[in-house]
């Protein structure tokens, strides 16, 4: 079965960077567009990066901080994210969608991230 397990959660101060993986397992995976949500407390998850082949797309809100890449030899996603705010403090998912069936979604368990002022 499809699995995502993301890595590189942590504290970091404002204005630092921290580099999120995502390791997906069970899935063709250049066949899947990948994404990044995140959630922070008593908030809904979010939207905030996805890449489809050579395409990508981010929130209003990381734009020009945030950076996601992917590697089709490892099957793994990665999320760059630069001058962090306290802002982006929230539970990161990784996500994956089948081009083939895109009603369907599979998710990670989450990593933990922390921004502190």
């Known amino acids: 079965q499809v699995q995502l397990v993301e890595s590189g959660g942590g504290l970091v101060q404002a204005g630092g960077s921290l580099r999120l993986t995502c390791a997906a397992s069970g899935l063709t995976f250049s066949n899947y567009a990948m994404g990044w949500f995140r959630q922070a407390p008593g908030k809904d998850r979010e939207f905030v990066a996805r890449?489809?082949?050579?395409?990508?797309s981010y929130a209003d809100p990381v734009k020009g901080r945030f950076t996601i890449s992917r590697d089709n030899a490892k099957n793994t996603v990665y999320l760059q994210m630069d001058s962090l705010k306290p802002e982006d403090t929230a539970v990161y998912y990784c996500n994956a969608v089948p081009r083939a069936s895109p009603s369907r979604r599979f998710w990670g368990q989450g990593t933990q991230v922390t921004v502190s002022s």
């Open positions: 890449i489809n082949g050579g395409s990508t």
